[in-house]
């Protein structure tokens, strides 16, 4: 087992088609996507928003806003990758090289991505499409939504 991360989002403005997260893994270590959680904190409004998690050849670690994903055991060290959230259309999204799931949500339940431990998601220290993950709400809400969630991500190796 490696060393294992939340990757947050608190109330995240957002009106339009975006990357909630893009993650990339370093390149001496391999990135296993273990859970994946999508809420919205005001909306009392029945609506289906479709969500893809998806690899990508697209680079978007300079874009949108940095996370600093959070270990989950006390003194573990820095992850190695990169995680951005909230990247709009102005800052021109990732190609989705390889689609791995879509799904809508309703957004008063929200979506949850709990994948079998043969199912989880790997993403590789080779620099490229491997290394890359995209998971992006693919319509715009009817309104702005202000939405939450995490991932929790684990790094083996590095």
């Given at each position: 087992?490696?060393?294992?991360?939340?990757?947050?989002?608190?109330?995240?403005?957002?009106?339009?088609?975006?990357?909630?997260?893009?993650?990339?893994?370093?390149?001496?270590?391999?990135?296993?996507?273990?859970?994946?959680?999508?809420?919205?904190d005001?909306?009392?409004?029945?609506?289906?928003?479709?969500?893809?998690?998806?690899?990508?050849?697209?680079?978007?670690?300079?874009?949108?806003?940095?996370?600093?994903?959070?270990?989950?055991?006390?003194?573990?060290?820095?992850?190695?990758?990169?995680?951005?959230s909230?990247?709009?259309?102005?800052?021109?999204?990732?190609?989705?090289?390889?689609?791995?799931?879509?799904?809508?949500?309703?957004?008063?339940?929200?979506?949850?991505?709990?994948?079998?431990?043969?199912?989880?998601i790997?993403?590789?220290?080779?620099?490229?499409?491997?290394?890359?993950?995209?998971?992006?709400?693919?319509?715009?809400?009817?309104?702005?939504?202000?939405?939450?969630?995490?991932?929790?991500?684990?790094?083996?190796?590095?």
């Amino acid at each position: 087992m490696g060393r294992m991360y939340t990757a947050p989002l608190d109330a995240v403005a957002v009106a339009a088609v975006c990357e909630l997260w893009f993650i990339a893994a370093p390149t001496d270590a391999v990135v296993v996507i273990h859970e994946v959680v999508i809420t919205q904190d005001t909306s009392e409004t029945s609506e289906q928003l479709p969500i893809r998690i998806f690899r990508t050849t697209t680079d978007q670690s300079a874009k949108g806003t940095g996370i600093t994903p959070a270990p989950l055991q006390p003194g573990d060290a820095a992850f190695g990758g990169v995680v951005r959230s909230n990247i709009l259309t102005a800052e021109t999204f990732a190609a989705e090289t390889t689609m791995l799931e879509c799904q809508s949500q309703n957004v008063i339940n929200g979506w949850h991505f709990l994948p079998t431990p043969e199912t989880r998601i790997y993403l590789s220290p080779t620099a490229g499409v491997a290394s890359r993950l995209c998971i992006k709400l693919d319509v715009a809400p009817a309104a702005a939504l202000p939405i939450s969630g995490y991932v929790i991500l684990e790094e083996i190796g590095g």
